[in-house]
């Protein structure tokens, strides 16, 4: 009998899942770096996580998918809840969050020797998925279809992922990320390394998204967070404190009428 499961249908729209991060705490080592963070990411909408380098936000990322426990030093306090459920519970394979919460990450990373056609299923293979040739075609198209790639590389699949241009690499590494079929999809700054055309094209990618999976993005970008967020978490730390959430809410009144003063200097580029 086979140890991998099948590949799974689309899930239904109405499959949209939240995150709920509750006081979450984290070190490296003995220093503190996030101090009690608590966050509700919305089904179905698209989260900015906003604030200077240094105040956690990337750190407060990986452990939504359980990233930051992979680094020797790191540690962590809280809970993250994905419906409901806690994601580091004991009985919870990590497996099972890593499918369920994918990552974009600052730097494209496709397999650069490996095809584009094999970039976007190699996912399958790592969470333990079985399709059959059909299924794969099937899912390769609809991925980077979804992911804005299709129409530029449906002539070029066996080539190499590691050929295409940064922008295009990027929207390999969302199509891959679809393929397993998240319920949630993290970015950590996906578009600070790729040109303004490219960051377009990449932005225009996650509205689409966001009506079949949650997206949560950290971006030093004020202009990108006001394109695409519904709403903002604003992050700060300093004079030897950990990093905090100092104001949340709908993007629109975070840029227009932020509640703290730190967030109005920071969102009209006072400082950071």
């Known amino acids: 009998m086979s140890a991998t499961a099948p590949l799974a249908p689309p899930p239904p729209t109405s499959a949209l899942a939240g995150l709920d991060a509750r006081n979450i705490s984290a070190w490296f080592g003995d220093h503190l770096v996030l101090d009690r963070v608590s966050l509700t990411m919305n089904a179905g909408e698209i989260t900015a996580l906003i604030g200077p380098s240094g105040c956690g936000k990337s750190t407060f990322l990986r452990i939504l998918n359980r990233m930051h426990e992979l680094i020797p030093s790191a540690s962590l306090a809280g809970e993250v809840l994905l419906d409901g459920e806690d ?45 059959t040739r059909g299924e794969k075609d099937e ?20 080539s190499p992922g590691g050929g295409l241009s940064g922008g295009q690499q990027q929207r390999l590494c969302i199509a891959r ?40 993005i950290v971006t030093h ?22 990093g905090a959430i100092v104001e949340y809410g709908d993007t629109d009144a975070m840029f227009g009428d932020p509640l703290d003063p730190r967030t109005f200097d920071y969102v009209n580029g006072r400082f950071g």
Do not use: H
């Open 87 to 131: 994601i580091y519970d004991r009985g919870r394979r990590l497996v099972d969050a890593r499918k369920s919460i994918g990552m974009v990450f600052q730097k494209p990373n496709p397999f650069p020797a490996m095809s584009i056609y094999n970039n976007v299923v190699a996912g399958l293979k790592l969470t333990g998925m079985r399709a």
């Open 139 to 158: 899912l390769v198209e609809s991925c980077l279809a979804k992911a804005g790639l299709w129409n530029e590389v449906k002539d070029r699949l066996r």
């Open 221 to 242: 970008n004020m202009q990108q967070a006001q394109r695409v967020s519904d709403r903002c978490a604003f992050f700060l730390a300093g004079a030897g404190r950990p």
């Open 177 to 216: 990320s679809l393929a397993v079929r998240p319920r949630v999809l993290l970015m950590d700054e996906p578009c600070s390394a790729l040109d303004p055309t490219s960051t377009r094209v990449i932005e225009e990618t996650m509205l689409e998204l966001v009506s079949e999976v949650t997206i949560v």
